[in-house]
């Protein structure tokens, strides 16, 4: 991961069926205790307790159970569309997360996603 990124991550859109893996993150937010951690979006929290999922508003990163810490997660919608847009709103959550929770001490100032390859996204 780059010195300034605070999550490397793969989210794509597979026969309806969203697909989440954590490739990589700052481990300043992975939860230490089972109170975990949060960060409020305009359409997500993102959050950090056990291990990563994927809810309608809620993307849960690496957390206390390192054991998980690879695994894809998945969240099915009965359209594509509805699919895709969740994808959409994910990455600004996960990039407004990773420009402004307070927990990291520098901000990054990248106006622009970097895309690694077609559906690996750091910020």
């Not at 991550?9 to 309806?16: E, I, Q, T, V």
């Not at 993307?59 to 206390?64: D, V």
């Not at 407004?96 to 100032?109: R, V």
């Not at 990248?110 to 910020?123: A, M, V």
């Amino acid at each position: 991961m780059k010195p300034n990124s605070k999550i490397k991550f793969k989210l794509f859109n597979w026969r309806n069926r969203v697909c989440f893996q954590v490739m990589e993150m700052d481990e300043r937010f992975r939860a230490n205790t089972s109170d975990g951690l949060q960060f409020s979006t305009d359409n997500f929290t993102i959050c950090s307790k056990s291990y990563p999922e994927l809810l309608s508003n809620e993307i849960y990163l690496h957390g206390q159970d390192r054991s998980e810490d690879c695994f894809k997660v998945f969240y099915d919608f009965p359209y594509e569309g509805d699919a895709i847009e969740y994808i959409k709103k994910a990455k600004a959550a996960l990039k407004d997360w990773a420009e402004n929770w307070e927990g990291f001490k520098e901000k990054t100032t990248k106006e622009t996603e970097e895309t690694l390859d077609n559906d690996i996204f750091e910020y």
